[in-house]
Structures are given as structure tokens and as C-alpha cells.
């Protein structure tokens, strides 16, 4: 098996030690921070991602990856500053609504996005609509992902939408999800999108954006 191979699988199955090891091997061996990056954490998240999806694995093991992946990258992190500005597919922004400070959903919606390669700006818990307004202002990211656990705080959400279409006339994407929320909610508040867990989280990303 491939360096490649073992950090994809080693990846999938959360052995975090075991990728930092790997990782540096992969390095040491001359092998490029794309190839790391895109044919072993990218590769084993997207796994992931589609055996959450189905019911094969569950949130404590999709954490577990999750975390294995962002050890890996700690490895990576003086090579890739001093390559330069990593490249992303893309770059969203997440948050978790006004007047919810449930954010496990949504940390696991970053970790996924991060793990397929995307630039994430995770701005918290009970953000309002205008901290959104500004993040997008300042980062420019081409999605923004909304969270809400509470039924009580899915009004906010519905406030947040539009004040972004508002804000920005279609120039940014939004997702939006949370246990109360459903599909059909998603396009009564007009957001772009919907998605009913992580790994759907990064299919609608990618739809949205236009690129794989």
C-alpha cells in the first residue's frame, strides 16, 4: 500500500498518531502537499462523508476522522506557509443563529467542509445577522451556512436569509440546516440550499459552488 493509501485509510479509521507519522513519511519522501492533502485526507473524508450518509458509520466515528485529518494537517502547517497561501475549492462561512448556542452540528459540518478541501470561517454560536453582514463583507466567501438546533430561534434564521439576499442580491450562496429544520422550511425562508447533515452539508457546497 501507497503512503497515499495508508494515510486515506488510517484517516477513515481516526488513528490520529498513526497520520501524524504518516504524514511526515509522506514528506520526507519528497511527496507534495497536493498530493497529501487531496489523495489523503480529501479522499478518506469524502469516504466519510458517504458512509455517514448511509447509515455505515455515525457521528462519534465521523469526529474521530474528523480529527485524525486536522492532526495531519498540523504536520502540513510550516510546509504549507512556506509554499504560500494554501489553495481551497472555495470558502464558506459558518454560524450557528441568534439565540442558539448549540454548535455540534455545525462543528461537524466545518470539519467536513475542511476535510474536502475548503476554506472555512466558523464564526460561533447566537451570531446575529448583521455579524454575518460583516463577516461576508470581510472574507468573501461564496457560501454562508446557517445552524439552528432550537425551534424558538428558527425565526432568526429566516432573518438572517434575508437580510444576506438583501445585503448581497444573490452574490453569495446560503445553506442552511439544524435538527427542526427541513427542506421545505429552507425554501420558504429562501435560502439556497438545505442540508440534513454533514456530509450532505459538503454535496450542496459543491453543487453550489460549481466545482468538485
Not at 161 to 173: L, P, R
Amino acid at each position: 500500500m501507497s503512503l497515499l493509501a495508508e494515510i486515506k485509510a488510517a484517516t477513515i479509521a481516526g488513528k490520529a498518531p498513526v497520520v501524524e507519522d504518516l504524514t511526515r513519511q509522506a514528506l520526507e519522501n519528497g511527496l507534495t502537499l497536493d498530493d497529501i492533502i487531496t489523495d489523503g485526507y480529501i479522499a478518506a473524508m469524502t469516504v466519510v462523508g458517504e458512509k455517514f450518509k448511509n447509515n455505515e458509520i455515525f457521528v462519534p466515528e465521523m469526529l474521530v476522522a474528523a480529527r485524525a485529518m486536522k492532526m495531519g494537517l498540523k504536520v502540513l502547517e510550516p510546509a504549507i506557509t512556506a509554499a504560500g497561501e494554501r489553495k481551497y475549492l472555495g470558502k464558506i462561512i459558518l454560524g450557528t443563529v441568534q439565540g442558539d448556542l448549540h454548535d455540534i452540528g455545525k462543528n461537524l459540518v466545518g470539519m467536513m467542509l475542511q476535510g474536502a478541501g475548503y476554506e472555512v470561517i466558523d464564526l460561533g454560536t447566537d451570531v446575529k445577522a448583521e455579524k454575518f453582514i460583516t463577516a461576508i463583507k470581510e472574507h468573501q466567501p461564496q457560501v454562508v451556512g446557517l445552524s439552528a438546533l432550537l425551534t424558538t430561534t428558527m425565526r432568526f434564521m429566516g432573518e438572517t436569509v434575508k437580510a444576506i439576499g438583501d445585503a448581497y442580491q444573490g452574490q453569495v450562496k446560503v445553506i442552511v440546516g439544524g435538527a427542526p429544520v427541513s427542506e421545505r422550511f429552507a425554501g420558504e425562508i429562501g435560502a439556497d440550499g438545505y442540508a440534513a447533515d454533514a456530509g450532505s452539508a459538503v454535496d450542496r457546497v459543491r453543487e453550489l459552488i460549481g466545482r468538485d
